[in-house]
C-alpha cells in the first residue's frame, strides 16, 4: 500500500510539473514571446556613447569596476509587456558601496512599430549616445536673412 502511494504522489509532481511548464507566463519566460525577444534585441544591439553597444557598454562598466576591486554583479536581462507594441526592458547592476550593497536600475522603453528605444532611468541615459540632430536647411535661411 505505501509503495502505491509513494507512486501515486511521484506522479502527481512529474504531471503538476508538466502541467506548469506547459501554462506558465510568459512573464516568466519572456523569450517565449518572439516580440519580447525583438524588443531586448533593440536595446542590447543600440548604439551607445562608450562602446558599440549598450550591452558591451554595460559589460565594459561592470568588468572595469571588478577590476578596480570593487564588489559588482549584473542581474538578467528582462523584458515585460506595457501594451500594443511598448515594452519595458531592464536590468539591474548591483555595486558594492563602502557599507552595504545597492542597485542601479537601467530601464529602457522600446516601442516595437517604431523601432525606437528611449532611455527611462538616469543609468540607462548615461549609455545611451548624444542625439545632436543637425540644423534644418529652413533654420539657416533664417538665420542668415
Given at each position: 500500500?505505501?509503495?502505491?502511494?509513494?507512486?501515486l504522489?511521484?506522479?502527481?509532481?512529474?504531471?503538476?510539473?508538466?502541467?506548469?511548464?506547459?501554462?506558465?507566463?510568459?512573464?516568466?519566460?519572456?523569450?517565449?514571446?518572439?516580440?519580447?525577444?525583438?524588443?531586448?534585441a533593440?536595446?542590447q544591439?543600440?548604439?551607445?556613447?562608450?562602446?558599440?553597444?549598450?550591452?558591451?557598454?554595460?559589460?565594459?562598466?561592470v568588468?572595469?569596476?571588478?577590476?578596480?576591486?570593487?564588489?559588482?554583479?549584473?542581474?538578467?536581462?528582462?523584458?515585460?509587456?506595457?501594451?500594443?507594441?511598448?515594452?519595458?526592458v531592464?536590468?539591474?547592476?548591483?555595486?558594492?558601496?563602502?557599507?552595504?550593497w545597492?542597485?542601479?536600475?537601467y530601464?529602457?522603453?522600446?516601442?516595437?512599430?517604431?523601432?525606437?528605444?528611449?532611455a527611462?532611468?538616469?543609468?540607462?541615459?548615461?549609455?545611451?549616445?548624444?542625439?545632436?540632430?543637425?540644423?534644418?536647411?529652413?533654420?539657416?535661411?533664417?538665420?542668415?536673412?
Amino acid at each position: 500500500m505505501i509503495k502505491y502511494l509513494h507512486y501515486l504522489v511521484i506522479g502527481a509532481l512529474i504531471v503538476g510539473g508538466l502541467v506548469y511548464w506547459a501554462l506558465k507566463p510568459s512573464a516568466l519566460n519572456p523569450m517565449a514571446d518572439p516580440r519580447a525577444a525583438e524588443a531586448m534585441a533593440l536595446v542590447q544591439t543600440h548604439r551607445a556613447q562608450q562602446a558599440p553597444t549598450i550591452r558591451q557598454a554595460l559589460a565594459n562598466r561592470v568588468q572595469a569596476m571588478a577590476a578596480r576591486g570593487q564588489g559588482v554583479r549584473m542581474g538578467e536581462w528582462r523584458v515585460q509587456r506595457q501594451q500594443g507594441d511598448l515594452y519595458l526592458v531592464r536590468v539591474f547592476v548591483r555595486e558594492k558601496g563602502t557599507r552595504q550593497w545597492f542597485e542601479r536600475e537601467y530601464i529602457w522603453q522600446v516601442n516595437l512599430a517604431s523601432k525606437s528605444i528611449q532611455a527611462i532611468t538616469l543609468p540607462a541615459t548615461a549609455l545611451m549616445p548624444l542625439e545632436i540632430e543637425p540644423p534644418s536647411p529652413g533654420a539657416r535661411d533664417a538665420v542668415s536673412s
